[in-house]
Nanobody, 127 residues
């Protein structure tokens, strides 16, 4: 059974940092593009960041560029999202996702391109 389990969310103040983790199991994820998406109440799910299977290339939404860093440890089947300088508009439920296309040459920012999803971890930034 394929599982993605997010952790690390919480309630923080403006300017604080959080590191989200996503542990994958049930298949080999080292060949997959991994992504983070988020959804705020009343809004559609939006792309946050993605990382290529080998960790060489990343892609970020303009709203988080320069503040968030996506990394992966394939030996641990885990990806991380380091979030710095958090803002109230970062408040959302954050989802980890995997694109099962092995060794994909490009990164997709579309939610529909991802095949596996976690349950999400809540991030709340208080002003």
């Amino acid at each position: 059974q394929v599982q993605l389990v997010e952790s690390g969310g919480g309630l923080v103040q403006v300017g604080d940092s959080l590191r989200l983790s996503c542990a994958a199991s049930g298949r080999i994820f080292s060949t997959d593009t991994m992504g983070w998406f988020r959804q705020a109440p009343g809004k559609e799910r939006e792309f946050v960041a993605a990382i290529k299977w080998n960790g060489v290339r990343t892609s970020y939404a303009d709203s988080v560029k320069g503040r968030f860093t996506f990394s992966r440890d394939n030996a641990k089947n885990t990806v991380y999202l380091q979030m710095n300088s958090l803002k109230p508009e970062d408040t959302a439920l954050y989802y980890c996702a995997a694109d099962r296309t092995e060794f994909a040459s490009s990164i997709s920012v579309r939610a529909g391109s991802y095949d596996y999803w976690g349950q999400g971890t809540q991030v709340t930034v208080s002003s």
